[in-house]
């Protein structure tokens, strides 16, 4: 089993950025929190196959322009996961996990921190709202609390990729968030009741 990592809406200047700050210590967590099971790959923006061709010199991965909600200006988050699916052509062992640094909706949800084909191979997350800023507060400084953010909604999503459910057990990481304090309440890891069933998929 493996788990592609895909930057989507970065743009090439970030590139070093995105790889110390959100990929490197993902990757670290996930090895950790899956064990030895999983191989952990991820695109660099400089060489993501998803990037657009533009004419422009810095280069961007962002996808069609039609998955983007104009009146709204958040993105669809499921029409993003099918086409995450269908630009990636990810097979039966493979969990694609894209990290998205824009705003995204579903359905009913005025927004959602990640999202994820429920026992499928496609899984997204959004990071702006995971962001002290975004709410116009001040910044942690050391950047902790935001990558444990990451961390944890990245763990849930995939989670849901290997077909667990919510679960109502306080501090596990399959606890739904409606907000950055659920989010920042639960632990980044599966509680022993979701491990035992990913223990039977894995
Ligand atoms: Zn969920
Ligand atoms: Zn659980």
Known sequence: MQIVIRPIGWHSYESEYFTTSIVSPL??????????KLRINSDSLQSSSLQSSSSSSTTTTMPPTHL???????????????WLLKSNEPDITT?????CDFDAYSDELNFVFGEAHLGGRVAAIYLPRLRDEFYVRKSDKNNNLFEQ?????????????????HCQISKCVMLFSN?????????????????KILAGIL
Do not use: M, P, Y
């Not at 990757?27 to 030895?36: C, P, T, Y």
């Open 27 to 36: 990757i670290q967590r996930l090895s950790k929190i899956f064990g030895d």
């Open 149 to 165: 953010r990451v961390i944890k909604e990245a763990v849930h999503e995939l989670g849901h990729t290997f077909g667990l459910r």
């Open 179 to 195: 907000s950055l304090q659920d989010t920042d309440f639960k632990d980044d890891k599966f509680c022993k009741r979701c491990n």
């Open 68 to 82: 983007f909600d104009k009146a709204r200006k958040q993105w669809i988050s499921d029409s993003l996961l099918d």
């Open 95 to 99: 969990k694609v996990l894209a990290i």
